[in-house]
């Protein structure tokens, strides 16, 4: 069953294109920022990371963007796949706040065969 | 590895009832934590800890209690369940405390207080 609510943003994709699900963060003093997809019925499942000292890193399929100057992060996902389906949620922890993560809302991701 | 096991997968209680919510991990992480998804919102952390014989409390303790005995093991108790208690909760483990670190969820516990 659904692990997540149905009132989520929904973003709806071609199989084959790229995708780009954008985050907005809130607190300047976090220094590190993940992304996580969630599959229904299933825990967060890292895809990758970035440090606030960078602006992009890249991981296979995708890529992470920051924007601090707009408190901005976005995943791309290159050719999208039908296996992509999945809410995505940015995460964020604070400077000296350990590994405590602070949670976005979640964007639903739909890839049309 | 087995990763981070969660028990039960699914619980029903009654209004007033107590239970526990199992959460065990053997990689050896000195980081464990729990956090409760409720339907259209993230995850928000409940309680974590550092190591074993210590833990903190995360932005929404109140109703919960934990305590971690082992490294392996960080039990979540509701000592009176009520039904703003009805969500999804997951635990997290990561390698080191001092942060920040990748952490790895559990599959889940979908817990409904009537």
């Known amino acids: 069953g659904e692990s997540v609510g149905l009132h989520l943003p929904t973003l709806s994709v071609q199989e084959g294109d790229n995708s780009i699900i954008n985050c907005a963060y809130s607190?300047?003093?976090?220094?590190?920022f993940i992304w996580y997809k969630q599959e229904s019925g299933k825990g967060p499942q890292f895809i990758i990371d970035?440090?606030?000292?960078?602006d992009k890193r890249q991981g296979q399929r995708v890529t992470v963007l920051l924007n601090k100057t707009v408190k901005h992060l976005s995943l791309q996902i290159a050719a999208t796949q039908p296996g992509d389906s999945a809410v995505y949620f940015c995460?964020?922890?604070?400077?000296?706040?350990?590994?405590?993560?602070?949670f976005g809302g979640g964007t639903r991701l739909m890839v049309k065969p | 590895n087995a990763g981070v096991t969660q028990t039960p997968k699914f619980q029903v209680l009654k209004t007033g009832q107590s239970m526990t919510l199992q959460c065990a991990q053997d990689m050896n992480h000195e980081y464990m934590s729990w956090y409760r998804q409720d339907p259209g919102m993230g995850l928000r952390l409940i309680h974590y800890?550092?190591?074993?014989?210590?833990?903190d409390q995360g932005e929404v303790p109140n109703g919960y209690n934990v305590s971690r005995s082992t490294t392996e093991d960080f039990p979540l108790r509701l000592l009176s369940a009520a039904p703003s208690q009805t969500s999804v909760y997951f635990c997290?483990?990561?390698?080191?405390?001092?942060?920040?670190?990748?952490?790895?969820f559990g599959p889940g516990t979908r817990l409904t207080v009537l």
């Open positions: 995460a964020e922890i604070l400077n000296n706040a350990g590994n405590m993560l602070t």
């Open positions: 607190n300047s003093a976090s220094d590190y």
């Open positions: 800890s550092v190591g074993a014989g210590i833990t």
């Open positions: 997290a483990s990561s390698r080191t405390a001092g942060g920040p670190d990748t952490q790895y």
């Open positions: 970035i440090r606030s000292n960078m």
